[in-house]
């Protein structure tokens, strides 16, 4: 070491010399280590990494720019959800899953219901409202994932535009689910046998003046990005994975289907009545970073496509129920929608503290102890917006989950970093990741 | 006894029920045939293309709709490779582990869910060890994208996958004692240390087991 340099001090260890880089000026940590003989470097890129999609720690064995080899190392926002749902009642554990990928929480909220009403054995006696009322939220939240997917992806590649475009039109679906469920993110909204409460005044007509505003908007970021010439030679032929090596690594969602596979279980394996919609599934043939940025922009329509028929839906089963009949399942505690947000039904408190001990006590103990699940195991898969999404549900028969496990797509998908990216260029691991769409909520939960 | 009613939880420290409730253990038995939907198929498929199918599946069980093989431990990779290769299962999900401590040297279930593309169908792959013995062979070698799961299910679990490339803990940090999701590790049992302010130790803190 010949100067020292406070933003990049370095120390002699057995594997070579270890530089620690916080910034600053990079012209003498380069002079330092290229005047070293050393051919191989290795970069530890994270754990606080801008682009590295919440905590991912890369740690990158280099050759000059050329990256021999790729590791992740993840668990740093390990929250120990499966665990804290032992704990807790069937009903609550809507709260805990919401929380795991945080940019698609209801697609959680629905694996998880699905797998319980299918040990309940109540999958046929959810109400047809709530399963519209499911997959309208289910596909706003599709494309509010897929905003943030392509925003930051695009942030991350250097065009920083598409980023405002992205999140303006996350704001429109997220202010719709503050007006539905009170909350913009982790509503848990979706409860095993139904949903929460039923859709407010006047939510249908916003949601259509947004599907309109959308569908104008989205060409915003289409015109940016489709065919720039700065894009495609950021994304085409970078990242790539054909069928075999995303068959064999079980890689799921928009990855798959850039292989040109069209597997989207919405189709293939219908839940919540999707066979009773009419959209596309988007493939691409490139098996690359482009494809996958082309299939998310596509489906941006198909979920638009698929709002509007569960709107059409909605306006002919107004006043139906959307909670299954069975009152020793529905959660009796009715809430109301009021201007200053979620809150108790004021009808309810009556009944229960003023009219009806009966109705006290049921109340008490469903929402104190709640139901039982019959004894089984039960795994449901939903596609969510990074792929198959699947919840392993265990039930000993008591009041509360005896195991629950969330086969993550993000966990799963994360593990085709190495195969993207080894024998490419270290500036293309960023585009490689993005295109992944990892959340690291949903990969260490 | 007999289930009386709907409530009852048991042994919460936070809820007040009736808790006069005994739950019933999940069956052991097998399903009968016909299994129904491509179950059916799926069991003659795989007794037809793998000979020593009585030895290796121990039983077989249809429940929610869905079909579980139980499979020896000492014939799981035999029994991946003609599941993949005959019958199409190019995808596994994964493996999660469940812990079932009063099950005497059968502790432990490792659930593995497959998925095959060419036939849209799923099946269930399950292999019970003991504690005591907590090994299965790895199964990297048939679907590469089990690395991880299998990690994670060592990590929470303390399973070993015999042959693994590289079985070292991933969610928790890497000199964690313990393995979480095992049902003797309690909730919340490490102490925090906050600056100038004391947690009290788990065992004096509300209760929630």
Redesign the interface.
Known sequence: MTTFDPYAPSRDTTEGTVFSVTGGDWDSLIQEIGSTKEERVVVNMGPQHPSTHGVLRLVLELEGETVTEVRCG??YL?T?I???M??R?WTQGTTFVTRMDYLSPLFNETAYCLAVE??L?ITEDVPERASVIRVMMMELNRISSHMVALGTGALELGAITPMFFAFREREIVLDIFEMISGLRMNMAYIRPGGVQQDLPEGVIPKIRDAVKTMRKNFKDNTTLLVGNSIWLKRTQGIGYLDLAGA??????GPVLRSTG?P?DLRK??PYCGYENYNFDVITADTCDVYGRFLIRMNELEQSLRIIEQALDKLEKLEGAPVMVADK?IAWPAQLALGSDGLGNSLNHIREIMGTSMESLIHHF??V?????VP?????V?IESPRG?L?A?V?S?????P??V?F?EPS??N??ATSAMSEGGMIADIIGAVASIDPVMGGV?? | MTDSGMFGARGTGDTSGYSGLVRTPASTGSSERPYGSYFDQVADDLERAYPEFSQAIERIVVDCGELTLHVKREKLVAVALILRDSLKFEMCMGVNGVHYPDRTNREFSAVYPLLSLTHNRRVRLEVIVADADAHIPTLVEVWAGNNWHERETFDMFGIIFDGHPGLTRILMPDDWQGHPQRKDYALGGIAVEYKGATIPAPDERRSYK
């Open positions: 993840i668990g390990h120990g499966e665990k804290n032992e704990f009642n299918k040990l054995g068959t064999t690594l079980g890689i799921t596979l597997w293939v394996q020793k103990k469903l104190t102890e709640g139901f039982q004894a089984g195991q039960a795994y898969a198959e699947g392993s265990v000993d028969g008591g009041t509360r005896y195991r496990h086969r966990f799963n994360l593990q260490d939960r």
